[in-house]
């Protein structure tokens, strides 16, 4: 069933179950993101993310490099 | 060869995950003794590109003939790490030298961070398309 086709439907509803299908949509899209974090999984993050010394040192070989090539 | 931007997919990770799981892996070749086809992690938090050990050993490295150590972080942070360059192509672009953090364990994906992947590559991330591009630096 499509959207469009909804929506009449929806429009003759009242003002009360109106607001409860608000209340249905948005516990049904807080449902769907939470299903992308699951609780009790484990996410591993690899990233070096302040390993400045390393990137440094890794800049100077590069140099070193081009100056050999 | 090509210098306009290329787009890649979004890769699952863990399929059991699905799109939790998805991320910029890129296709690539690194190049040292020997020539090997991999994927790495398109990494913006990364600060350095990081080669596992089993990698660094196939492309013919050996670890006591690197001599400059380096110090990683966040949960790599007990690993020790050595510098190594390397040549690498990415889709049909021109090679470009890459220097990685080879580090002495395999419990890490191929990481493309700050230096020098990002010096080397411009990249935009469309996550909610699922795919990133990738173009040499203008």
New interface residues.
Partial sequence: MSLTEVLPEVQSLSRLEKIRLIQFLAHELERDDGDLIEPGRTYPISSPDRAFTAAAALLQALEEDKGQS | MSTAPQQFPYVARDPS?G??SLAPLLPLTLFGSHSIATSGLV?S??????LPYALGVQLGFAWDQQT?V???????ASVE?R?V?LSAVVGSFPPV?L???WAQTD???V?L????FFLEFDICFFRARGLFEVRPKQ
Avoid: T, Y
Avoid at chain 2, 70 to 76: D, F
Avoid at chain 2, 113 to 116: A, I, M, S, Y
């Fill in positions: 995950l799109n939790a990494d938090g990364a600060a350095i590109n990081v400059r380096v110090e990683l972080s966040g949960s790599l790490a510098v360059v030298r220097a990685f953090g419990a890490v994906s990481i961070g700050q230096v020098n």
